[in-house]
């Protein structure tokens, strides 16, 4: 599993894994808009909360097709630097399904589209920045069907 | 030392950077791990050499199950026209990559891969008063079949 920002989750009370410090989430899907669908799910879940996504992680595409996104969530009620994660209302993750090389370039060229979408959508907003790609992720694919990838961004604002 | 791929970050600063001819992301497919090298030095080598150089920020490995092929994916950026590295500028890789490729099917066989390409990178360490950065990703296996791994290796000077 990569991490976001470079920096490990240290637990030092056994307590830790059992409390609310820490959640995680998977969801699984076989096509890319479904599973981005289910990921904003749940975004949306933890936006507005204490909650900085941590973790991000693709796998899957084997003989049952489906790809699994797996997510972790580290409660953080005094921020900290450096950061643990990233703000789940801020983050933003692009998918793109094809099955070779050729499909898959186009498939993440349209992706990128997308992500200018959103960087014009977002512009309506003075605060508004910057779009980072923090992390990509690929995974497929088994008995020549398909591989999946995923780009995660998150949208930096000014401050004040 | 300089970075290489792996948590490093992309910043698009403008509109027009998001869909630009700064960044772009190369797809190379094969069906072992050697074809998969030989692939990727030559398509590096048809990207022109430009100032800013176009760096590797990212690196990602797929396939294998059943014996199929295998995909690497490449994303590559230049600082410049709004994209910035906010973590750190990567190093420029044309002159000073050293990509490795290697497949297995089982656990042991995965070793003595491994540490043939740990002598190898000695090797190179050993012939360069430098400092060398490893990237390494892993994929496959279903059915039992192969599991492959590439490194993109770096070498920096200073």
């Not at chain 2, 994916?73 to 490729?101: D, I, M």
Request: net charge negative; proline share 5%.
């Amino acid at each position: 599993m990569r991490t976001i920002f470079s920096s490990s989750i240290t637990f030092s009370d056994p307590d830790a894994f059992t409390s609310d410090l820490d959640e995680y989430r998977v969801v699984e899907s076989a096509e890319a808009e479904d599973l981005e669908e289910r990921i904003r799910g749940v975004l949306a879940e933890f936006t507005n909360t204490d909650y900085l996504l941590s973790h991000i992680d693709l796998a899957g595409g084997g003989d049952g097709h489906s790809f699994a996104v797996s997510m972790d969530f580290v409660k953080v009620e005094v921020p900290v630097i450096p950061s643990p994660g990233i703000a789940p209302a801020q983050t933003y993750v692009f998918t793109f399904l094809a099955a070779d090389a050729i499909e898959l370039t186009k498939a993440r060229a349209l992706a990128q589209k997308r992500v200018a979408a959103l960087f014009q959508s977002l512009s309506s907003n003075p605060s508004f920045e910057s779009l980072t790609l923090f992390q990509t992720l690929f995974s497929g694919a088994c008995q020549g069907t398909h591989f999946m990838g995923a780009l995660v961004f998150t949208a930096n604002y000014s401050i004040g | 030392m300089g970075r290489l791929v792996g948590d490093c970050f992309i910043q698009y600063n403008t509109l027009a950077a998001v869909d630009g001819e700064n960044q772009q992301t190369l797809f190379i497919e094969a069906d072992d791990a050697r074809g998969l090298i030989a692939r990727l030095i030559s398509t590096l080598s048809q990207i022109p050499d430009l100032t800013p150089p176009w760096t590797i920020t990212h690196h990602d490995l797929a396939g294998g199950g059943h014996g199929e092929k295998y995909v690497m994916k490449l994303e590559l950026a230049r600082n410049q026209g709004g994209v910035t590295f906010p973590n750190g500028a990567p190093q420029p890789f044309f002159s000073h990559l050293y990509p490795l490729g290697m497949e297995a099917s089982d656990h042991p066989e995965l070793v003595v891969h491994r540490q043939t390409a740990q002598a190898q990178l000695a090797a190179l360490f050993a012939s360069t008063p430098t400092t060398i950065t490893v990237d390494t990703v892993f994929a496959g296996a279903a059915l039992g079949h192969r599991f492959p791994w590439t490194e993109v290796i770096a070498e920096f000077f200073g």
